[in-house]
Each structure stands twice: as C-alpha cells, then as structure tokens.
C-alpha cells in the first residue's frame, strides 16, 4: 500500500452543501441528441429482455419467468437489497451467451442501442473465460463479439449524414476483464482449470487464469485483428487484491494496452492505489470510494487524510479517469439511499477527470441518456459542466486507431457537439 506523510497540495474544501435545483436548460431531447460515450458496459449485464428470454427458450434453459415483466418483478428490478441480488441475473445471462451466434447477436444489439440514443464510441468489457469450453476458446469468444460490434459499426457508418462528415462515426472497443476471483462453478473453463491443479494455491488460480487471458487478449488483436483495446480486473474487491494480477497486467503493458480496473466501488482508497501502481491502471472502473478516507481498511496507514488527499491529487494530476456509474452505485451500495449520497459531486469538486457509464444497461434497467439525466439533476451540472464530463469520455476512451486519429475524431465530436447543442439551447459556450 502507499505511503503517508506531510508536505501534499491541499484540495480545495468542499462547499457548503445547497440545494440542488434541476436545470431547466438541459432538456431530455437534448441529452438524447448529444454524441455520447460508454466506456464502462459489462456485455453479459446488457442484454435486451426478449433476446434473453428467446435464448434461454432455445437452449432450453431455465428462467424465473418467461415474460419481460416477470422478469423485472423477480430478477432485474429497479432497486435490489445487495450486491448479491443485484449479481443473480448474471447467471441467467451468461448461461445464455454460451455460443458465438448468441455472443456475436447480443454484441450487436448492444451496439445498435447505443447508437440510437447518440452513443459514438462504445467500450464492451466482458470476462471471455466464463464462456469458454469445448469447441469455443477464448479467441474464438472475443471474435464473436467482435463480429457483432464490428457489423453494427459497418452498417451505422454507411448512412449519408457520416459519409459525408456531417456526424461523426461510430466507433468501438472490447475490454476484457480477469476475475478477483472465481470458482469452478463460473464457468467450464474455470472447472477445468481447478480440475487439472488440484494442489495450487486459489490465487495462483486467479493469477494463472488472468495470465493467460492477458496473453489470449494481445494474440486476439495482434494475430487476428480484432479490436481489443483493454484489459480490466473485475469482480469481488475485499480479500482479492489487485496486486495478484500483477503478472497479467504487466504483460498487457507491455505490448501497450490499456487497462482499467474495478477498483473503489465495495473497498476502500487503498485498492485504487493498488490498480495505478501494480496494475498500471489508464482509468479506474467507478473509483467511488477514492477520496473517503473513512473507507480505509489497511491497519498500516496511519494518516488517512494525507493518504487520500495525495492519492486523489496523483490520479487528478494524471488525469486518470473514473469511470462512474451512478445507478449501479446506488442500487449495489446499501449505505447509499440516494444519489445526494454519492461522491460524484466531491470528485467534481476537486476536478477529477470523470465520465458517466452505465455499467449493465439490463441489470440496472438504464441507458446512457438517462444516466446523464441523473447526473444532471443530482448535481444540477450547467452546460459547460454537461459538456466536459462527456469529451472527457471521448478524450479518455481507448480508441483503436492511432493518437492522430483520435485527436481527429475527438475534434468532429466537439464540433458535432456544439451544433448539436446550439439547435437545443441558447448560443453555446
């Protein structure tokens, strides 16, 4: 864990908490309308309802109801009482998305959602070894999705209005993500693995699985083409530390991907610090809990306040950025009753770099537009707020092409922006 000590440059104090008054210049028809990006989407907590439920009826697997509102009463609700009633839909999920018709089906649909509510740059992460057995290797997983997204790139990039550069493109990326940890019941191929080691240490497991994951990753852009662009670490934070991934990021590293890590959203600063120093995190998958040294867990440090007030003023110096989503938050977090509890407003206070996500569209039943809707209320963000929080989601992306084309195209999204802004509001600064 890092070090404390005097000496750090001193964040700004919070303001006195106001009331927030919704602002009556942001409308809906103009959050719909703006390019948009979505840098944090889990693929198997996105699926559309009647997708799942025609999956799950040709595979002949098992649902809590063959309907789309017996599964918001029973399984995808609006509100879940913790992380693991929130975590139960991801079984039927990806017990659904078991073969590369349904992955690359699924991934395309993704897309397809994404581009109707004005979503131009869609990062999808997913865990390829829960869908990994016989016949369907980690490769042959992640070209699948590939497919679907790449297909629904092609089809969106035809239309008149982005030929001619009146739009910008849509573009996207595939994130994949190692588990914290895992058993064997995950998946086939994390039976197998337990299976052929019956005498590892679990965490040689995990590190032996997002090894090879990081390994199958590269190969899967490298050799293949298909456009990976990041590597994640997922799953349960408390008593799996970063730092036993070691080993897989560094490889990712190496061969200059990028990563993003879970890391702050059920654990406390320490585990953020652990992603940017071992991992070498680009961007932190929610960050929530980064600058609330109350949720220090680690005994060794002495001066809470010091450690995050350096922590945060590192990762803002750096502009590492935190990817936040505020429904999957409120709906996994039983300490939070409502976004005016969330730290979103002190991140922003202290101008962290932050972008809004989603993090399951189907999972926590939202959309990009309506997350900004939240984020608009709850912080009563003006225009120029609205606006950095989402080029910063384009500027931070992991984009495929070269640092000269993404200048390129973060520069037509601005301009877009700003027309498209300026036709829903008074003249736009």
Same mark, same amino acid.
């Given at each position: ?89 991801? +079984?039927?999920?990806?017990? $659904? ?5 349904? #992955?690359?089906? @699924?991934? =395309?649909? %993704? *897309? ?101 994951? +990081?390994?199958?990753?590269? $190969? ?5 083409? #298909?456009?990976? @662009?990041? =590597?994640? %670490? *997922? ?195």
């Amino acid at each position: 864990m890092g070090g404390s000590g005097a000496g750090a440059v001193c964040f700004a104090p919070l303001p006195t908490p106001v009331a927030v008054v919704p602002s009556q210049k942001i409308s809906d028809a103009l959050l719909a309308a703006l390019p948009k990006t979505d840098l944090h989407v889990h693929l198997d907590g996105s699926l559309r309802l009647p997708t799942l439920i025609e999956l799950a009826r040709e595979h002949s697997l098992q649902l809590p109801s063959f309907t789309e509102g017996g599964l918001r009463e029973t399984v995808f609700k609006d509100r879940y009482a913790n992380l693991g009633e929130y975590l139960t839909g991801f +079984a039927h999920t990806v017990s $659904a998305l078991q073969t590369a018709d349904a #992955l690359e089906r @699924v991934a =395309f649909e %993704l *897309a397809e959602d994404n581009q109707a509510e004005g979503v131009r740059s869609l990062e999808v992460r997913f865990a390829p070894q829960l869908h990994v057995h016989p016949g369907l290797d980690v490769v042959k997983v992640i070209a699948a999705v590939d497919r679907g997204l790449r297909s629904a790139r092609d089809a969106f990039n035809r239309r008149p209005a982005v030929v001619s550069g009146e739009e910008p493109p849509f573009e996207y990326g595939i994130i994949c993500c190692a588990m914290r940890m895992f058993t064997g019941g995950f998946s086939q191929y994390y039976g197998t693995l337990f299976a052929a080691h019956p005498y590892a240490r679990r965490k040689e497991l995990y590190a032996m699985a997002s090894v090879e994951l +990081a390994r199958a990753a590269v $190969a899967a852009r490298d050799e293949h083409g #298909l456009q990976v @662009v990041g =590597f994640d %670490l *997922a799953g349960e934070e408390a008593g799996y530390p970063a730092g036993d991934h070691r080993e897989a990021f560094d490889h990712a590293h190496r061969n200059f991907l990028k990563k993003t890590v879970h890391a702050g959203e059920a654990y406390g600063p320490e585990s953020i610090f652990q992603a940017i120093t071992d991992l070498h995190a680009d961007r932190i998958g929610h960050g929530t809990y980064l600058l609330e040294a109350s949720a220090i867990r680690d005994p060794d440090i002495q001066d809470r306040e010091a450690y995050v007030e350096r922590l945060g003023n590192f990762i803002a110096d750096q502009r590492i950025t935190l990817e936040i989503c505020l429904t999957s938050n409120l709906q996994t977090n039983p300490h939070m009753k409502s976004l005016d509890d969330h730290t979103l407003r002190h991140l922003r206070a202290q101008r962290l770099s932050t972008t809004i996500c989603t993090d399951n569209r189907l999972v926590s039943n939202t959309t990009m537009t309506r997350e900004l809707r939240l984020a608009v209320d709850s912080l009563g963000l003006e225009l120029h707020d609205l606006k950095s929080i989402i080029i910063y989601g384009f500027k931070r992306s992991f984009f495929p092409g070269n640092y000269l084309q993404k200048r390129q195209y973060v520069r037509q999204v601005i301009d877009y922006y700003d027309r498209v802004a300026a036709q829903h509001t008074a003249p736009f600064r």
